[in-house]
């Protein structure tokens, strides 16, 4: 009899550390907080080049650029995206094809040192969205870039400032995991502001007024 | 005896006329404008329109057709999407496609562009539009596992349903030489009885061969 009363409370005691076990497990998996870093290739723009020098400025903020998700229940910290690296990669590849030749600049003090420049351009980052399935009831992971870009002479007076916005979505059926889904929806949304920065930046009427006077086009 | 031989007479009638129910139904239609030939040495490519918020087609889909048109002695060279698009980029993208053939004449201005499709040898653009809905999903399926073992139970059924067309562009004439468009409809059956039984329709799966056979005929200009 004591013997099944030991056994009883052995039985017991494993049961409640069981349970503890897995609820220990449900809350960590509940709160946990995921780092995607945005990882991608981008072709380089079928398009001729301007016979323009170019300088390119990448301040802190825009190569390291990160946005935080938050969760929309407990207001914690849900993912965290960085994406700075792949954006500098991304204009690595974009602005060679559009420019002749292009000087990396790590102020705009550096401009005085190199006589050739034509015109420097900053881009920053304004705003971020992610959209998850999860959240939007939608089948797609979305991804939402609101860019501010700053063209100036090499003695800093400005040419051109302007806004342009990247948008990508990639199919939840595509990806099993939420960071492979929200990496593709990225890499889309850069590609499409390649794309649409590629095609129309001497549009641009401040540019293309610019353009225009120097004789360009 | 008896009644076991009319049981297992009953189960073989119920198995065959859930088969037959989860068959496909699938509708090709083909509208030509222009006669259509591929020589040797020329190729096509074709491209999932994307540009849609609610749905994009599927690059598995796109992959599908272009492997049904290449296959068989009678194959046409298909020129893989994502080579193409980034040969190609920006001017395929998303949001800076030619929607209509009337901007086909803006991209063949480019003469960077015009090199480009002509390294490639393409001779028509196919773009595949459409999607696959899943709707009228009812059933429940139960599964549990214990230590003598473990087994589901329940019955789940759904339809599916897939519209795709696919616009052919000559590069040669900039204009449309005609649509083929692909509708098809199943309903899918997943009884469990310890085992789940799959009954799928192979609703995008016929599309694609439909479409695929279809087109090859059309740009072959056999039919």
Same mark, same amino acid.
């Given at each position: 009899?004591?013997?099944? +009363?030991?056994?009883l409370?052995?039985?017991?005691?494993?049961?409640?550390?069981?349970?503890?076990?897995?609820?220990?497990?449900?809350?960590?998996?509940?709160?946990?907080?995921? +780092?995607?870093?945005?990882?991608?290739?981008?072709?380089?723009?079928?398009?001729?080049?301007?016979?323009?020098?170019?300088?390119?400025?990448?301040?802190?903020?825009?190569? +390291?650029?990160?946005?935080?998700?938050?969760?929309?229940?407990?207001g914690?910290?849900?993912?965290i995206?960085?994406?700075?690296?792949?954006?500098?990669?991304?204009?690595?590849?974009?602005?060679?094809?559009v420019?002749?030749?292009?000087?990396?600049?790590?102020?705009?003090?550096?401009?005085?040192?190199?006589?050739?420049?034509?015109?420097?351009?900053?881009?920053?980052?304004?705003?971020?969205?992610?959209?998850?399935?999860?959240? +939007?009831?939608?089948?797609?992971?979305?991804?939402?870039?609101?860019?501010?870009?700053?063209?100036?002479a090499?003695?800093?007076?400005?040419?051109?400032?302007?806004?342009?916005?990247?948008?990508?979505?990639?199919?939840?059926?595509?990806?099993?995991?939420?960071?492979?889904?929200?990496?593709?929806?990225?890499?889309e949304?850069?590609?499409?502001?390649?794309?649409?920065?590629?095609?129309?930046?001497?549009?641009?009427?401040?540019?293309?007024?610019?353009?225009?006077?120097?004789?360009?086009? | %005896?008896?009644h076991?031989?009319?049981?297992?007479?009953?189960?073989?009638?119920i198995?065959?006329?859930?088969?037959?129910? =989860?068959?496909?139904?699938?509708?090709?239609?083909?509208?030509?404008?222009?006669?259509?030939?591929?020589?040797?040495?020329?190729?096509?490519?074709?491209?999932?329109?994307?540009?849609?918020?609610?749905?994009?087609?599927?690059?598995?889909?796109?992959?599908?057709v272009?492997?049904?048109?290449?296959?068989g &002695?009678?194959?046409?060279?298909?020129?893989?999407?994502?080579?193409?698009?980034d040969?190609?980029?920006?001017?395929?993208?998303?949001?800076?496609?030619p929607?209509? *053939?009337?901007?086909?004449?803006? #991209?063949? =201005?480019?003469?960077?562009?015009?090199?480009? #499709?002509?390294?490639?040898?393409?001779?028509?653009?196919?773009?595949?539009?459409?999607?696959?809905?899943?709707?009228?999903?009812? $059933?429940?399926?139960?599964?549990?596992?214990?230590?003598?073992?473990? $087994?589901?139970?329940?019955?789940? *059924?759904?339809?599916?349903?897939?519209?795709?067309?696919?616009?052919?562009?000559? %590069?040669?004439?900039?204009? &449309?030489?005609?649509?083929? &468009?692909?509708?098809?409809?199943?309903?899918?059956?997943?009884?469990?009885?310890?085992?789940?039984?799959?009954? #799928?329709?192979?609703?995008?799966?016929n599309?694609? !061969?439909?479409m $695929?056979?279809?087109?090859? !005929?059309?740009?072959?200009?056999?039919?």
């Amino acid at each position: 009899m004591i013997g099944s +009363t030991h056994n009883l409370k052995q039985l017991f005691g494993r049961f409640r550390i069981s349970a503890l076990l897995i609820l220990c497990s449900t809350l960590i998996s509940c709160s946990s907080l995921s +780092t995607i870093t945005i990882e991608g290739s981008y072709p380089s723009p079928l398009i001729s080049p301007l016979p323009l020098t170019l300088g390119i400025i990448y301040n802190d903020t825009f190569s +390291t650029y990160s946005f935080t998700e938050l969760d929309e229940y407990s207001g914690e910290d849900q993912y965290i995206i960085n994406s700075g690296s792949s954006q500098v990669a991304l204009f690595n590849t974009i602005l060679p094809a559009v420019f002749s030749e292009v000087i990396y600049l790590n102020s705009a003090d550096e401009a005085a040192d190199y006589p050739d420049l034509d015109m420097v351009f900053e881009p920053t980052i304004e705003e971020f969205q992610i959209g998850l399935p999860q959240k +939007t009831r939608l089948d797609v992971y979305e991804i939402w870039v609101k860019y501010n870009m700053r063209l100036s002479a090499p003695d800093g007076n400005s040419i051109a400032d302007w806004v342009m916005t990247a948008y990508g979505k990639s199919p939840q059926s595509n990806f099993g995991s939420v960071d492979a889904g929200v990496n593709e929806a990225a890499v889309e949304a850069f590609r499409d502001l390649a794309a649409t920065f590629s095609l129309g930046f001497t549009s641009i009427p401040e540019v293309n007024a610019w353009l225009q006077i120097n004789n360009v086009l | %005896m008896k009644h076991h031989t009319l049981s297992i007479k009953a189960a073989c009638l119920i198995c065959f006329l859930i088969i037959l129910s =989860a068959c496909t139904t699938t509708e090709i239609d083909q509208f030509r404008q222009s006669d259509t030939e591929i020589h040797e040495g020329e190729s096509i490519v074709i491209l999932g329109r994307r540009q849609s918020n609610a749905y994009e087609t599927e690059l598995d889909f796109v992959e599908c057709v272009g492997n049904v048109v290449a296959s068989g &002695s009678d194959g046409i060279n298909v020129i893989p999407e994502s080579t193409f698009l980034d040969a190609m980029f920006p001017f395929f993208e998303p949001r800076t496609a030619p929607m209509r *053939t009337d901007h086909l004449a803006q #991209l063949m =201005a480019q003469d960077i562009a015009v090199e480009k #499709l002509e390294e490639f040898g393409i001779e028509y653009i196919v773009w595949l539009d459409g999607q696959t809905q899943r709707s009228g999903e009812s $059933g429940s399926i139960s599964c549990a596992v214990g230590p003598g073992g473990g $087994g589901c139970f329940g019955f789940g *059924t759904w339809t599916d349903d897939s519209n795709f067309e696919a616009e052919i562009w000559d %590069m040669d004439t900039l204009t &449309s030489a005609g649509a083929i &468009s692909a509708d098809a409809n199943g309903q899918s059956y997943l009884p469990a009885l310890i085992l789940p039984i799959p009954l #799928l329709a192979r609703v995008e799966s016929n599309v694609c !061969s439909g479409m $695929g056979k279809q087109l090859k !005929s059309f740009l072959n200009g056999s039919v």
